[in-house]
C-alpha cells in the first residue's frame, strides 16, 4: 500500500466523519475553518480581495474588509456544505431547502428532452445539487447529470466520483459535449455553471464591468436548441437553504456571441448582489485579460 493511497484514505474518512455530524455542527465547524482562511495569510485571501476591490469599487475600506471575512466565513462553511454533499446520509438533506420555480424546469423537460440547468459558483452550489436532485427523484422527475474537472489526485478523484454518482447519477467532463448532449436528449437535466475563467473559445464580456473570459459553450448549447434554465443556491439561515429555479432563457440562441456571454453574466451579477459574500471570490476570475488589461493577481 502506497503512502499516497493511505493518505488519500485517511483524509476520505475524516471527511466522511465531519460530512455525519449534525448539520448545525458542520456549520460552526466551516466558520471556524473560515476565520483560518481570513485571519492567517494565504493566496485564496489575496485573490478574493483583489476581486471584491475591483467588483465593488464603490465600497469603503471598512466595507470591503467586512466583505472579504465575510466571504472567508462563507468559503470555510462552503468546504463543510461540499463534504455534506458528497457524503451525508439522507436525512441530513430533508428539510433544509426551499425550493421555488419548479414549475420552470418541469415546463421545460416535459415533452421528454432534459436541459441544462445554468448557474454560477456559489459557495453552495454542490450541496444545493443534491438537495434539488433529492427533491427531482421524490417527484420522480429525471435528476440533474453533472459537469466536473477531474482532480489531478487519481486516488481522491476516484472517491468524489463514487459519492458524486450517488447522486446525480452521472458525471460529464466538461469538455464532453457529446456526452452532455445525450443526457439532454435522455430527458435529463445538466447542472452546468461556466463562470470560471477560460483560456479558449471565449468572449470578454464585461462581469462588474469588468472584461472577463467567458466561454460560448453556453450559447453554442442553445443555438444547438438545448434550453437553457437558470437555478441559484444561496444559505438564508444557519442550516437552511433557498434554491430557485428561474425562467427559461429562450432569446439567449438569438443574440450575438458578445451579447448572449454579456446576458448571462448580467444574471450572474444580478445574483450575486443579493448574497455577495457566498460567491466564489477566490477563484482568479479575471485572470485572462484583452489587450489594454493588465493580469490582476501578479
Known amino acids: ?145 453533472m459537469l466536473a474537472r477531474q482532480h489531478n489526485n487519481k486516488l481522491l478523484e476516484a472517491h468524489l466520483e463514487a459519492a458524486r454518482l450517488s447522486f446525480v447519477e452521472k458525471l460529464i467532463d466538461k469538455k464532453n459535449i457529446r456526452s452532455l448532449l445525450a443526457s439532454v436528449k435522455s430527458g435529463h437535466p445538466v447542472y452546468y455553471a461556466p463562470d470560471q475563467n477560460f483560456s479558449y473559445q471565449v468572449e470578454f464580456a464585461p462581469f462588474f464591468d469588468r472584461p472577463a473570459a467567458t466561454t460560448i459553450g453556453t450559447y453554442k448549447l442553445a443555438k444547438k436548441g438545448v434550453k437553457v434554465i437558470p437555478w441559484f443556491c444561496f444559505r438564508t439561515g444557519p442550516c437552511q437553504w433557498r434554491v430557485e429555479v428561474l425562467p427559461e432563457m429562450k432569446q439567449l440562441s438569438e443574440l450575438s456571441e458578445i451579447d448572449a456571454t454579456t446576458t448571462i453574466n448580467q444574471l450572474f451579477e444580478t445574483q450575486i448582489k443579493q448574497y455577495p459574500e457566498q460567491y466564489l471570490w477566490v477563484h482568479r476570475r479575471f485572470k485572462n485579460q484583452p489587450e489594454g488589461f493588465e493580469n490582476p493577481y501578479h
Not at 467586512?66 to 457524503?87: F, R, Y
Open 1 to 145: 500500500m502506497s503512502f499516497n493511497k493511505t493518505k488519500t484514505d485517511l483524509q476520505v474518512a475524516l471527511a466522511k466523519w465531519l460530512a455525519r455530524r449534525r448539520l448545525a455542527t458542520q456549520m460552526r465547524m466551516g466558520r471556524v475553518l473560515g476565520r483560518l482562511f481570513y485571519y492567517l495569510p494565504n493566496s485564496r485571501k489575496r485573490i478574493a480581495r483583489t476581486n471584491i476591490g475591483i467588483c465593488f469599487p464603490q465600497l469603503t475600506t471598512q466595507q470591503a474588509k467586512s466583505l472579504l471575512k465575510a466571504n472567508m466565513l462563507s468559503t470555510g462553511q462552503g468546504v463543510m456544505e461540499m463534504l455534506a454533499a458528497l457524503w451525508a446520509e439522507d436525512d441530513q438533506v430533508v428539510d433544509h431547502f426551499e425550493v421555488v420555480g419548479l414549475e420552470h424546469l418541469n415546463q421545460a423537460i416535459k415533452i421528454g428532452q432534459g436541459c441544462l440547468l445554468l448557474s454560477c459558483h456559489t459557495t453552495s452550489i454542490e450541496w444545493g445539487i443534491r438537495g434539488l436532485n433529492q427533491l427531482l427523484k421524490a417527484q420522480q422527475i429525471p435528476v440533474g447529470h
